[in-house]
Structures are given as C-alpha cells and as structure tokens.
C-alpha cells in the first residue's frame, strides 16, 4: 500500500513518523534535526524516481555510493546503490545530477556506468538464489545510474569476525562459509564469477541468513564478458586480477574464499598474491594456534594457491574436501541458505 505522508514527516532512519511539534521520531527517538547531507552524496529527502525517499549513506566504495531508503510505494526499506565513482565524477552544485570531473573522464566514466549497467543485468537474471542480496529495480536518471536492492539488517562478517576477538572457532566458519560455497556453485553454474568476495562483501542477516552482496566486480565468464576495471583488495585478490592477460573463472572465487576462510582462523587476510608470487609467505593456520584438522588445512592452502592452475578447478570439488567427512553436526539448511551461528568465542 502506498504511504501518503508527507516527506517532510519521515524520519530517515527507521521511517518511523515525526512528532510535528518537536521533530523527534515517534519510533527511534532520532532528531530530524541531526540530519546533514554528507560530502557528494544525494540530498537527504530526496525523493528519488519520484518514489524512493533518500536517507543516509550505508557505505562508500571505488565506484558508487549505497544510501539507506525507503519505497514509498510499497512502504518497504531498501537500498539504493548510486553510481558515483570516486575521482571521476562530483555532484553539480544544489542539484542531484552528476557530471565528470573533467573532460577526460567522460570516456572512462561511460564504460564505467557499461560496467555498472551489467551488474544489475547479473542480478537480476539470479534474482531468485536465496543466498543473494534480491533486486527491485533499476533505473537511469542524474547522469547515472541506479541499483535498488533489499535492504540486509544485519552485520558483515568482517563485522562479526571483530566482535568475537578477530577470530572464530573452525565450526563457527564452517557454519557461514557454507552456504556461502552453496551461493557460488549456482553463480557458477550460471557461468557467474563474483571476482569480489571477502568478509566485507558476506552479510549476516538477522544473525541467521548468509548472503552474498556487491557484484560489481562480477563476470560473465562463459561469454568472456568482462568488466573494463579491476577490484584488488589486499589479500583477496588471487594474482590473475592483477593482469589483464591472464584467464579468470571459479578458480578466482575459490583462492578468494580460501583468503576468507584463512582470515576467519587466523585473524588477518594472506599475504598479498603479487607478494607471493615474488617469495611465498604465508603461514598455515596450525602454525597460528588454530586447531584445524590437517587435511582440512592442506584443502585450504590448496584453494590458496597462487598459480591457479594448483587450485581447485570447482567450487564442489574444493566444499567435498574442505567438509567431507568432517562436517560438523550443525544446524544448517541447505536448501535456504541459512545458517545458525553459535555464540561461542575463539578459545586461546
């Protein structure tokens, strides 16, 4: 049902409804007042596609900004992911539309938003994984572009993995990444590489669902289709991102989920795979005082490899060894994507 309220009533954290007299959220008690438009992000209260109410940045990245906002035709909670990227474009002054910083810009700019544009087409023709952040819309307007996702309530694992003292218990792992690996095997089916993953891009989700967000960096592998930008994060990245020459596939999500794996048990991603490359340094987990089983350990190092012709070739093959006849009993669904995580801390 479509919410008639005044715009100037919602309040832009939870959309609860203002007190008329005081500006405080009848909800989550939020002064109206408080709120000020961050640095080149959309007016707070701008009334997007003439139906999405703008509230606050979620988060910034290279290439776009995510706003926290709400669907006044449906009256559910989004985001909205911009695209905005950094460097190359400004915000014109009292005005929503965005423009390159100069001249020069414009060429890269537009195979940018190309790039962009592929991402929602990704999203949307796997809309309906349930171990994927889900799609509502997608549109073009401000000279850009825009993404309209779900809104997650919950917390990354980067997050969680801080709360619990850097590091988790090898069950507590084995419980996230699972579904994780499960996500991945259809992305991967469907000729889809994330090229992206790490504990910043794994959301928890009320502290139950698993999912995988931000596909900016994904491909279309089968096709060769490729985006025309890398995404390196340090310690993620497996060498064939550093070159444009050098051939990706479900290869390169593998050595990246063994770097997230790695930096659940151990507190801190590998070392960068240009690095390794040069001098190999990584040190195995068993090293570090993580009680890891050693042929779990041997798969993990093996998914780490930093040819990639030393990995594993399949996400199956890799989640058969990594589990196997290991797997913990642990209250798993595998058919939603959901996992409960335990609540206990890494023991020293």
Known sequence: MADTRDVRQICLHCFGTLDPRTGVCRTCYKRA?????????????????????????????????????????????????EFFPKGYTKRIPRSCAVDVTDAQNAKIFNYWLTAFIQEAKVLTSIKHMEGIVSIYDFFLTNNTAYIVMEFLDGMSLHRFINGRGERLQLNETLNIMRPVLQTLLLLHQHGIIHKDISPENIQIVNNRTIKLIDFGAASIYTHHIDKPFFVLKKGYSPIELYSQSTVQGPWTDIYEIGATIYTCLVGKPPPEANERYKRD??????????????????????????????????????????????????HIHTGTGSATIPRTRQKD
């Open 33 to 81: 007042a408080d709120d000020v438009t961050s640095p080149s992000a959309l007016p707070l209260r701008t009334l997007l596609g003439g139906r999405y109410l703008i509230g606050t940045p979620l988060g910034r990245g290279g290439f776009g900004i995510t706003y926290k906002a709400y669907d006044m035709r449906t009256g559910l909670r989004v985001a909205i992911k």
């Open 281 to 330: 340094t990584i040190v195995p987990p068993s090293a570090l005082n993580v009680r890891i089983q050693p042929v779990r350990e041997k798969t993990l190092l093996k998914a780490l490899a930093v040819n990639p012709k030393d990995r594993y070739s399949n996400i199956g093959a890799f989640q058969q060894m990594f589990y196997g006849e290991f797997m913990p009993m642990t």
